[in-house]
């Protein structure tokens, strides 16, 4: 019997590398976009603010997808094993869940963002 073909053993693997890859690869990301403490010291504008946002989230899903596709292809030829359905589920939403939860500039500028939205100047119902 082959070691890598029990699943948790697969599913240990690929989650460890991911993370560790994705620990150190998530704060060069969030530097690349300045603080809302920084944003707020320059007074740039809320649209300005969103703006950064979109292309933070942008540039997320551009790395998620490559780190989906090279990460995945280059750990099972390196380790001689095929990645099941199930295992590339789990890994797409611990990698999701790492790769935005590291992202402290991001979440900070969101909930800022959410606060000053027209919709919560405005009474739609009255």
Do not use: C
């Amino acid at each position: 019997m082959n070691l890598y073909d029990n699943v948790i053993m697969r599913l240990t693997i690929f989650t460890t590398l991911y993370i560790v890859i994705l620990i150190f690869l998530s704060p060069l990301i969030d530097h690349l976009s300045t603080s809302l403490d920084e944003d707020i010291i320059i007074k740039e504008s809320n649209f300005q603010i969103l703006l950064e946002i979109i292309l933070h989230i942008i540039l997320l899903a551009i790395v998620w997808y490559v780190l989906h596709n090279y990460i995945r292809v280059r750990v099972e030829s390196l380790l001689n094993i095929k990645m099941r359905e199930t295992t590339k589920t789990a890994i797409d939403i611990i990698s999701a869940i790492a790769l935005v939860g590291l992202q402290r500039n991001l979440i900070q500028k969101l909930k800022y963002i959410s606060y000053e939205h027209p919709f919560r100047t405005i009474d739609i119902y009255g």
